[in-house]
T-cell receptor
Framework: DIVLTQSPDTLSLSPGESATLSCRASQSFRSYQLAWYQQKPGQAPRLLIYDISNRATGTPGRFSGSGSGADFTLTISRLEPEDFAVYYC?????????FGQGTKVEIK | QVRLVQSGAEVRKPGASVKISCQTSGYSFIAYFIQWVRQVPGQGPEWVGRINPNDGRTSYARKFEGRVSMTRDMSSKTVFLEVTSLTPEDTAIFYCARDRMTVLSASEFWGQGTLITVSP
């Protein structure tokens, strides 16, 4: 199985700051099939980014995805209060699809 | 609009089985894969498997193979997940999710989740 390792585990930031989240895969795959989800307490995950860099419907422009090969990044510019949540990367290129362990973005 | 509505929370004893549902609406039921994902509180999501509602074909994660079964009912546009031989480690929220496109893709629409609690 492809293991996705996210870093850091926790990011402590203030509103208005930028966040950079990393996702590294244990092996190569058709890397465009990499997605990012946001999850808030008591809610289902919400798709933010698909195919590395495409924003899903309703995803604000301050969210951007990038990367290639085995290294991927989610950037949130100018954090808004509603952005403090847990973020997961996911690959769905190889069965079983797998998720990272998550990065929590918390208010400093 | 696309909606996935899951059945309510369940409590089972170890060794028992449970069957939960995910009723869909607002799109062509047969056109999109449905994924099932398990999430233990405080942990990341874990893929359980998927079903193709068009033909009922399934694919399961190796760790769940032999213990889970996914089916669908065309008339009610509902998919089902049955888990057998439950252990306390199965205590988790199970989500159904619909792919973004008609080929395997990221999961864009999610159910609200069903909490399964396994306790003696």
């Amino acid at each position: 199985d492809i293991v996705l390792t996210q870093s850091p585990d926790t990011l402590s930031l203030s509103p208005g700051e930028s966040a950079t989240l990393s996702c590294r895969a244990s092996q190569s795959f058709r890397s465009y099939q990499l997605a990012w989800y946001q999850q808030k307490p008591g809610q289902a995950p919400r798709l933010l980014i698909y195919d590395i860099s495409n924003r899903a419907t309703g995803t604000p422009g301050r969210f951007s995805g990038s990367g290639s090969g085995a290294d991927f990044t989610l950037t949130i510019s100018r954090l808004e209060p509603e952005d403090f949540a847990v973020y997961y990367c996911q690959q769905h290129s190889v069965t079983p699809q797998t998720f990272g362990q998550g990065t929590k973005v918390e208010i400093k | 609009q696309v909606r996935l509505v899951q059945s309510g929370a369940e409590v089972r004893k170890p060794g028992a089985s449970v069957k939960i549902s995910c009723q869909t609406s607002g799109y062509s039921f047969i056109a999109y894969f449905i994924q099932w994902v398990r999430q233990v509180p405080g942990q990341g999501p874990e893929w359980v498997g998927r079903i193709n509602p068009n033909d009922g074909r399934t694919s399961y994660a190796r760790k769940f193979e032999g213990r889970v079964s996914m089916t669908r009912d065309m008339s009610s546009k509902t998919v089902f997940l049955e888990v057998t031989s439950l252990t306390p480690e199965d205590t988790a929220i199970f989500y159904c999710a619909r792919d973004r496109m008609t080929v395997l893709s990221a999961s864009e629409f999610w159910g609200q989740g069903t909490l399964i609690t396994v306790s003696p």
